[in-house]
């Protein structure tokens, strides 16, 4: 399941955040550069090592948004988990492998704290559930711009 986040994408470097380039957030992620201001290209941090004065833009097609991918009952399922001994050395079990799959606990565990992130990505205002339509959308426009 993969979701759409706003964002914020420098015109010059592609550059992206998934963050308002508010005052107070850039303190937080980036406090070296201005609000507003791409902070690899502020800082020389792009690709041509320049500094510059970019001011990020937000992202208007779905090719260009941050995507969250969400982990899948299926995908859960097939996950396994690497056995150590005390000292965190691996341990081959009976048939010789070091990973063995996740406990019915584990797993259930796991679904929760994974059906709390859906909970929060469907009521989040910055993102949008990507279904089929969509996802057809996204197909549609990489098509069209190569």
């Not at 994408?9 to 380039?21: A, H, L, R, S, V």
């Not at 996740?102 to 929760?112: G, P």
């Amino acid at each position: 399941m993969d979701y759409l986040v706003d964002t914020w994408i420098c015109p010059n470097c592609k550059y992206k955040q998934d963050y308002e380039p508010t005052h107070e957030l850039t303190l937080i992620h980036n406090a070296d550069t201005p609000a507003g201001l791409c902070p690899a290209c502020y800082t020389g941090r792009n690709q041509d090592r320049k500094k510059e004065q970019v001011e990020l833009v937000v992202a208007v097609s779905p090719i260009e948004k941050i995507v969250i991918s969400v982990v899948t009952d299926e995908e859960l399922a097939a996950r396994e988990v690497l056995v150590t001994d005390d000292a965190g050395e691996p341990v081959k079990g009976e048939e010789g492998s070091v990973y063995r799959q996740l406990t019915e606990e584990e797993l259930a565990e796991l679904k929760v704290v994974r059906d709390k992130d859906i909970q929060y990505l469907d009521e989040a205002p910055n993102t949008t559930f990507v279904d089929e339509i969509l996802k057809e959308e996204i197909v549609r426009l990489q098509e069209t711009k190569v």
